[in-house]
């Protein structure tokens, strides 16, 4: 038996049962993943292979790209870094107290709250600006061009739109929030030590009680 899943607020969409959750449900969405990973093969690829492409870059319960994708794109990102000196920032966002939404709503919840996520972040962003789930309740982004500032406002705005959203299980109300922490590329940096960054930082917004970001 489907639970019947309702997500309202300003990253609002209805869910009327598990199967809306999976593919196809942001086809139309600007950090479309689908588009991108076309646009990025070349043009004798044959269709077969550009569908198994589209597919192995994806995460199939938040439709974002998943762990193998950010780490094709943050490598590519960094190597521009080396050659031109272009800025770009990392996001690192996990969902607060995630198991205990698991465990107290059940895991069609838990999908619908990822789902939540995920839109939330790619509405946030722009269209060039890359969005995955990194691995469990954790996503990352990495946006391009920014500055610290406009770092700081992206990840503050997507902070407080998930706060104020709603998913709704059967007759019960889920609010959930995230914590965020996000770095600038500095000259020399490797994968690790920007992701080690973004994460302590990430690390501080926990230890400040959750549902902040740290910059």
Known sequence: MSC???????????LA???????????????NLFQRVMDSLPDGVCIANRELARFAFLEPISQVGNRRYLEQQL?????????????????LADLDK??????????????AALVAVARTLSHCLRASDVVGRWGGDEFMAIPPGVTREALARACEKFRRLVAQSTVRVDRSEMRVTVSVGAAIVAPGDT??????????HLYTSKQAGRNRVSL
């Open 4 to 14: 019947g899943v309702l997500i309202e607020g300003p990253a609002g969409v209805s």
């Open 17 to 31: 049962a598990r199967q809306t959750l999976l593919p196809g449900l942001f086809s139309s969405e600007p950090n």
């Open 75 to 91: 490598s590519q990102h960094l190597d521009q870094q080396l050659k031109s000196g272009a800025r770009f920032g990392i996001i």
């Open 98 to 111: 995630f198991k205990e939404v698991n465990d107290t709503y059940g895991h069609v919840a838990g999908d």
């Open 191 to 200: 994968p690790e030590t920007l992701l080690n960054r973004a994460d302590q």
